[in-house]
């Protein structure tokens, strides 16, 4: 089974819909953060949290917003859709107390909004 | 201002070695990573480096440059499988433990 899993793993929708895109990971880490993906701009971070009580606003936070239920549990939530959230979003996971704090991703939701 | 350069697109022979580079300005530095990324897949750790020196591991290896803010990725034996995206990424700070990504070097590996 996949340490880190996102759910769904595709999604369309329309403008101005809630979307809440899931992520789980049986890694048992700490930290746990959101990216999106889009062509050319490489990796942006969105939200991250160090454990439950820990979220913290990365650098394109606008539009969206974040809840940690649990250790294992990361949900990333549109409240209204725009088209220009159409991208790839990755979560991953880190576990700081190991010698790199390397973080491992999950596969990937690919979301379009029309 | 944090920035970091790669560039866009590469293209190497099978078999071949190809060297990619990254140039980092970043306000603080605990560490470089590198990342592979297959079209529409998870990005996948290759390496780790926080030392100046190179790093190898099989046909991979990293070096790291502190002083000049400088890393690169060697590909040695080139396979047609490695034609993927890599992705240079800074480790500012373990307190905030938030990486910036480079936009990533797509390799595109021919026969």
């Known amino acids: 089974d996949a340490d880190v899993t996102q759910t769904p793993r595709n999604r369309i929708t329309k403008t101005g819909k809630r979307i809440m895109l899931e992520c789980s990971q049986t890694?048992?880490?700490?930290?746990m953060y959101w990216y999106r993906q889009d062509p050319g701009l490489g990796l942006r971070l969105i939200y991250y949290?160090?454990?439950?009580?820990?979220?913290n606003k990365g650098e394109i936070s606008d539009g969206y917003s974040v809840s940690r239920q649990a250790q294992a549990k990361f949900s990333l939530s549109l409240e209204s859709a725009i088209p220009n959230q159409t991208a790839l979003y990755f979560c991953?996971?880190?576990?700081?107390?190991?010698?790199?704090?390397?973080?491992?991703f999950g596969p990937g939701t690919r979301l379009t909004v029309l | 201002g944090q920035n970091i350069d790669q560039p866009t697109e590469m293209t190497a022979t099978e078999g071949a070695i190809v060297q990619i580079n990254c140039t980092y300005q970043?306000?603080?530095?605990?560490?470089l990573f590198w990342y592979q990324q297959h079209a529409g897949e998870a990005p996948t750790f290759l390496s780790y480096?926080?030392?100046?020196g190179l790093e190898e591991k099989g046909r991979f290896s990293s070096f790291l440059s502190r002083s000049k803010g400088y890393s690169y990725l060697l590909l040695k034996e080139l396979q047609m499988k490695d034609s993927a995206s890599y992705l240079c990424?800074?480790?500012?700070?373990?307190?905030?433990?938030?990486?910036?990504f480079g936009q990533g070097t797509t390799l595109q590996v021919k026969p």
């Open positions: 991953a996971t880190s576990d700081p107390s190991g010698p790199t704090d390397t973080q491992y």
């Open positions: 890694k048992g880490h700490d930290r």
């Open positions: 949290s160090f454990d439950v009580k820990d979220i």
């Open positions: 970043t306000s603080g530095f605990n560490g």
């Open positions: 480096n926080v030392l100046d």
């Open positions: 990424a800074v480790y500012g700070s373990s307190n905030t433990g938030k990486l910036i």
